[in-house]
């Protein structure tokens, strides 16, 4: 199989495809190197035998030396949103010393859509993915579509006052749980690929803000009801509320995303991959009860 490389091995998507690639796939602990900017927090997995590394986009200079005698290479999205295109920055330099390493393939996280989609970073993701392409090594892309756990942001809050202002329109996700995100990209990570692959990775059913906001009050025994405003209204209810008009956009955009349609469509992507069905939202929202009611 090679040794595959994890990206951002310390945080909740990459412990998670770890977690799935010893346990569900059954992957040598010896065959997964776990990489991080904190590598000290990797502790426990090196206690299962897995390589740990140190691997810091920012330091472009080191990153070829880091990817040394990697077959897979995943590439999970870093949270770097400054708008200063330092995201795209550090996902280039990435690929670039993917390419003078040698590694056989590069995975990355991406989103759906990310040449039409109204998410403000999606340019990040297009332009990685178009980096990837250009580099002339094999890929597989997976276009994660929004997690189930994304609720958790702003529903505990708008239960309290049973208002939830969304700017969705008609507009539908397909969320996802993360653990199955992680679950589908292990699955990819174990197989053998020889032709490029897109993934997009969705849940079985795709659901309205409104739809959402009565899931969520039958699950939890509190009214909530979906109030339709404009994206200009969200954004400055958003920037009233104490977001810094950066955050307050990007968050906004979301729902401008949701409006035009363009986290759809359901796909059966995940299934393809695991073998197995998603997680429905419903059993998403009635374990997360307690969370959301606070």
Known sequence: MGKILVSGAAGKLGSLVIKHLLETEKVPAGDIIAASRTPEKLADLAAKGIETRKVDFNEADALAAAFAGVDKLLIISTDALDGEGTRLKQHKAAVAAAKAAGVGRIFYTSLPRPDESAV?????????????KESGLSYTFFRNNWYQENI???????????????????????????????RAIAAGLARTSIENAVYTLTGAQAFTAEEVASIVSEATGKPLTAIQITNEQLVEGLKGAGF???????FASFDANQ?????????????????RDPVPFKAYVASAKAALAG
């Open 120 to 132: 403000l970073f999606a340019p990040d993701h297009l332009g990685t993915e178009v980096a990837i």
């Open 259 to 275: 409006r035009k349609g363009l986290f759809e469509p359901v796909t059966d992507d995940f299934k393809a991959l695991t073998g």
């Open 152 to 182: 958790l942001f702003a529903l505990p809050h708008a239960l309290t006052t049973g208002q939830w202002f969304v700017a969705t329109g008609e507009g539908r996700i397909p969320y996802i749980a993360r653990e199955d995100v992680a």
């Open 244 to 250: 810094p008009v950066p955050v307050a956009l990007t």
